[in-house]
Structure formats: structure tokens, C-alpha cells
């Protein structure tokens, strides 16, 4: 089999879990780092035995490598996704996919001018169980489907003392709490329904009018305490919680929220769906379990396991029943779907790209016209 040379672009969270995961590919090698400073980058490259660091724009230009995972501050995904298209690189990007609708429109169409691979990292779409329930709602399981519920909800930025760059919109985009999490909710939802978002009604709350915001850097969800002299105060804009009600298809109704703020939630992703046979509800912090809803039997919970699960969705279980899979093999199941179609580019992508990426945008700009009208708004 061929092997794929990758370069990583971002050296936080999420640039290592990308690095460990798509190693467990076996045939793809990520082969540079580029970082916020050269320094970050040579120390990433080094910590994870990557043999060369450079800026993402040296990284895009280079000849030998593949394919890019954009794993940056939202505002760069569409500066670099777009570099490295023009420059023949497959490309591979972290959520949401761009700051506004005008870019992801422009990444949509010079993805497909270049007839380059491009994914956006909706991992969440790939627990096993998240798969089978997509299944069982298709297969007409649980009737048609009528009400949808949940929520996306942390406490990672309960306190004012709280501090990380997606809390700016020059970095993140204007929408945090839900273009960071809400994103997953609504493409999720979506996935599993295979109902579009057709109409919804935003309400969104900035929680600390201030916060302080720390004079040195702090890591993503470090939770540190900072004395006085370590910060300065700063106003407020983007989002720390946020509810919406939704229409989906022709006749479903729904409702979830986001938060940031909602003490003891860390990564409480959760959903229900409601049709007119029986009920499924899902809980990320309960990957290996799904709660089967019924009007006159008992109801039940079915526990992950390859051999049990719809076929489809046993594809997305590597693991015999009882050992659980989780979120980092949530995004190595992606890098198969991605890399698959890169060594085989005449298939058709079985994953999530940058039309999805796209259509999440609009939702964005539909809630917080939402938001900002007290209204219902059409996306
Ligand atoms: N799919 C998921 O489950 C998931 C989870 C967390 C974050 N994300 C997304 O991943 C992205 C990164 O988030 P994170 O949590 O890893 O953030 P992070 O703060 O941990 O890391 C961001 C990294 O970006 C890099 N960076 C900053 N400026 C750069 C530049 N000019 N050139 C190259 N690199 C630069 C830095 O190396 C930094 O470490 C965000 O878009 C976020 O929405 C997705």
C-alpha cells in the first residue's frame, strides 16, 4: 500500500490527538509540524518523534507531503485550508470549518475545482453506537420521527478567571459556545435524523459580561486558579450558553443547549430522538450504551458490540464487546473514511466534507440572525 506523508498544523489539543490517532492508520506518516512559534513546533516535532518543523505555509508548499490536518484557532482554518488546496494538498480540517459562510463557500468550491480530498472533523458522528442508532432511524425503527432533545453542555469556562482564545471572536468567530459545541449538536442531530434544519429560533447568553484574561499563556481545558497579578480584565461578547428550538424536515420539532458554564458537565453531549414507534437516546460520557425508548414493552439499553450491531455500524467498532471505544477512536475512524477515499479518490466520500462544513456555517449565521432578530429565522 502506498504511504501518505501528512504534515500537522496546530500542536495543542487537538493537534495531538490527531497525531496519535492517525498513526494507528499504520500507513500514514506525519512527517512535519507547524506551531503558533517555531520553538512550539520543534518542541511538538520532537515530543512526538515528527522529523521536521516549519510554518504552515512552508509545510503547504512542499512537494512530498499529501495531505493537511488543520488543528489551528478557527480563525485559520480558511487561510490554511485554502493554502493548502491551492497547493494540491488533501485536507483535513477541525470544526467549525471557517469564520463566516462567504469563506466556507469559496473552500467548497476550490475543493471540488482541485478534486482534492476535504473533511471536516465531525468525529462525533463515529461511535459505533452513534452509527447504529443513524441505522436503526433508517431502517424505520423507531417510526417517523417526531421531537428531537439535548444538549451539549461543560463547565470549563464557569469562573471569570476562565481564559482561552476561542472566548475572543477575532479568533473563534462571534459564536462560541455554539459554534464550538453546537456545531456537533446540529450536524449530529442531522446525521442521525437525515433531517435537514429547516427553521430555528436562537437565544444566546454572555454569561461574564468581563473576564480575566491571564497575562501568560494557559492551555485548553487546564482549569488553572490565577492570583490578581496574573490577568487583566476584558469585555465580553461571544456566547457562553445558548438555546434553540428547531424545525426539522417537514414535521419534526426540537429544542437543545449549549453551555459552557453548567458546573459538572465536562463533555455532557447528549441526544434524544422521538418518532412514532419508540424512542433512542445517546450520552457521550456513556459511549458503549444506547437507551432504546418503547411505548408498551419494556425499554432497553443495548451495549456496544460489533457482532450485535447493524452491519454498517459494526464497521465502526474495531474492538470485541466489553472494551469500550471512545473519543480518540472516534477521530482515528474518520482518518480511515479520509484516508481511504485519499488512496481512492474515484470512490465516494463516506464522511463528513466541506459541504457539511459549509451547511453548519449557514446554521451558525441563521442562530445568531436568530439571536439578534428575536426570531424564527430559515437558514
Ligand atoms: N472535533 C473535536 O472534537 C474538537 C475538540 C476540540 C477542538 N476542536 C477544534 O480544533 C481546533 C483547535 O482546538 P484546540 O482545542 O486543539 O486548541 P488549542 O489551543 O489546544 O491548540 C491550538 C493550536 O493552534 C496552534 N496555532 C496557533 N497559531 C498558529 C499559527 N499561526 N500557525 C500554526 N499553528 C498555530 C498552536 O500550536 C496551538 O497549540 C479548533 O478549531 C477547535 O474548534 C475540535
Not at 103 to 117: R, S
Not at 139 to 154: D, F, P, R, W
Not at 365 to 379: E, G, I, N, T
Request: net charge neutral.
Amino acid at each position: 500500500m502506498k504511504r501518505i506523508q501528512t504534515a500537522m498544523l496546530g500542536t495543542g489539543f487537538m493537534g495531538t490527538v490527531h497525531t496519535e490517532n492517525v498513526r494507528r492508520l499504520g500507513y500514514v506518516d506525519v512527517v512535519a509540524v507547524a506551531g503558533s512559534s517555531p520553538e512550539k513546533a520543534a518542541k511538538f516535532a520532537k515530543e512526538h518523534s515528527i522529523e521536521r518543523s516549519g510554518s504552515w505555509q512552508e509545510l503547504c508548499q512542499d512537494p512530498t507531503i499529501d495531505a493537511v490536518h488543520i488543528c489551528t484557532p478557527n480563525v485559520l482554518h480558511y487561510p490554511q485550508a485554502k493554502f493548502a488546496l491551492e497547493h494540491g494538498k488533501h485536507v483535513l480540517c477541525e470544526k467549525p470549518l471557517t469564520m463566516n459562510v462567504a469563506e466556507a463557500k469559496t473552500l467548497v468550491a476550490l475543493a471540488e475545482k482541485k478534486g482534492l480530498a476535504n473533511c471536516i472533523q465531525h468525529n462525533l458522528r463515529n461511535y459505533p453506537l452513534v452509527q447504529n442508532a443513524k441505522e436503526m432511524i433508517l431502517a424505520g425503527e423507531i417510526g417517523e420521527v417526531l421531537a428531537v432533545q439535548g444538549t451539549y453542555s461543560q463547565d470549563w469556562l464557569l469562573y471569570d478567571t476562565d481564559y482561552n482564545w476561542r472566548i475572543e471572536k477575532e479568533h473563534n468567530g462571534v459564536l462560541r459556545a455554539m459554534g464550538d459545541i453546537g456545531s456537533h449538536w446540529m450536524d449530529q442531530i442531522q446525521f442521525l435524523t437525515g433531517l435537514k434544519i429547516t427553521e430555528l429560533c436562537a437565544d444566546l447568553t454572555t454569561v461574564h459580561a468581563l473576564r480575566k484574561k491571564p497575562k501568560m499563556s494557559v492551555q485548553t481545558f487546564a482549569g488553572k486558579k490565577l492570583k490578581p497579578s496574573d490577568y487583566e480584565e476584558v469585555p465580553i461578547d461571544t456566547d457562553d450558553f445558548g438555546m434553540v428550538m428547531l424545525k426539522l424536515g417537514d414535521r419534526a420539532k426540537g429544542c437543545f443547549t449549549v453551555s459552557q458554564i453548567s458546573a459538572g458537565n465536562k463533555n455532557s453531549f447528549r441526544w434524544e430522538v422521538y418518532g412514532t414507534k419508540g424512542g433512542l437516546s445517546w450520552n457521550q460520557e456513556r459511549p458503549d450504551e444506547l437507551w432504546i425508548g418503547h411505548r408498551n414493552s419494556p425499554n432497553q439499553i443495548i451495549v456496544k458490540d460489533g457482532s450485535l450491531m447493524k452491519p454498517a455500524a459494526a464497521a465502526y467498532a474495531d474492538l470485541p464487546g466489553g472494551h469500550s471505544e471512545g473519543y480518540d477512536d472516534s477521530h482515528k475512524q474518520m482518518f480511515k473514511h479520509f484516508y481511504a477515499h485519499v488512496l481512492n479518490p474515484k470512490a465516494k466520500p463516506d464522511y463528513p466534507t466541506f459541504a457539511d462544513g459549509l451547511h453548519g456555517m449557514i446554521l451558525l449565521a441563521a442562530v445568531l440572525k436568530s439571536h439578534q432578530k428575536r426570531a424564527w429565522v430559515k437558514p
